[in-house]
């Protein structure tokens, strides 16, 4: 189950949304030949990786923002692009460009931190800029529970794009989430559930003052739970039958 897009462009140019894309594209472009040459990546990361035993010692504290740039493939630079895209541009909006910038990178810290409580003694280097999405998640729920997401759905030979209310999608998420922390090793490597989850958390928690100085409750009566913009209106999207 994949979001596409959500039915609320935002009212006017995200920036920081569109250069943080940009910063994480650039950068994994910058050492993506290293792939070919697993010591090189391994020294790479060592250096610019958040690794928990290191970080615990008072060592690399500086890489809990590094890392958030740093990717470990195409898929997963790309499925964290597309969740960016997606839900960055109006929480932006509501936040303000140099607001959002430091909402991001506070979000992304925090899930580092988790991550490294969940395994202080991980040797295993952490990238992505997944928990400080994870963040914007939190914000996005927070503010516009009820806004629609289109979804594509994919089971087995089943292709169909519908939409849902974002509370929906973004709890499904962090269900999954936290379903895989409690059920994962943190020190085996994979994915960081719970730098997930504590991203999203995090971002929540840092959006409360903002959601109360717009209204709280009130907003949500005002706004019907959606960003405040016109809403786009997108055709019911179908993969054609193909005949015998």
Known sequence: MFPIRDHNPSG??????????AVNILIFLSY???FSDERALSRFFFDYAAIPARIVTGDGALTLVSSMFLHGGWLHLGGNMLFLYIFGDNVEDEMGHGRFL???LASGIAAGMIHILSAPDSIV?????????????????????????????????????????????????????????VGSDPNAGGVAYWAHAGGFIAGILLTIPLWLRLGGPGFWRRTDGHPPHPEARYSTSRIPKVRR
């Open 102 to 104: 430091g909402f991001y």
């Open 12 to 21: 006017r140019t995200p920036y920081i949304t569109y250069t943080l894309m």
């Open 32 to 34: 993506v030949g290293l």
């Open 125 to 181: 280097p952490v990238v992505g800029a997944s928990g400080a999405i994870a963040g914007v998640m939190g914000a996005y729920l927070l503010l516009f529970p009820k806004a629609r997401i289109d979804i594509l759905l994919i089971l087995i030979i089943i292709f169909r794009v519908f939409p849902i209310p974002a509370w929906i999608m973004l709890a499904l998420w962090f269900g999954m989430q936290f379903i895989g922390g």
